[in-house]
């Protein structure tokens, strides 16, 4: 069982920046992914970033703005988010998994949630 712990949230303006970290109980074995999501209000929980360990996948709307990464001796991996805007706001999820690079933007693909923490970004 791998649990994972987030921390980094909080309030931003446009055009300002943020690092989310994701910490691991353990690491991952081989073919482990890590993965981020995220849920605005009202909305349903949406893709934003994965690393397969083959590929890094984004989503269209973080594309350029965005970085995933990871520091694989502290089992934490990281979301790099610049110039955010509004529609950023949401609450951030990381998952892990064994989950295949075609698969990575489907939740029902990933075993492990984060708790989830959230990111405001205002006018």
């Known amino acids: 069982q791998v649990q994972l712990d987030e921390s980094g949230g909080g309030l931003v303006q446009t055009g300002g920046s943020l690092t989310l970290s994701c910490a691991a109980s353990e690491r991952l074995g081989v073919g482990g992914a890590m993965g981020w999501f995220r849920q605005a209000p009202g909305k349903e929980r949406e893709f934003v970033a994965a690393d397969t360990g083959l590929l890094t996948t984004y989503a269209d709307s973080v594309k350029g703005r965005f970085t995933i990464s990871r520091n694989i001796g502290k089992n934490t991996r990281y979301l790099q988010m610049n110039d955010l805007r509004p529609e950023d706001t949401a609450i951030y999820y990381c998952?892990?998994?064994?989950?295949?690079?075609?698969?990575?933007?489907?939740?029902?693909?990933?075993?492990?949630w984060g708790q989830g923490t959230q990111v405001t970004v205002s006018f």
């Open positions: 998952a892990a998994g064994q989950v295949t690079t075609a698969a990575v933007k489907k939740e029902d693909a990933w075993t492990y």
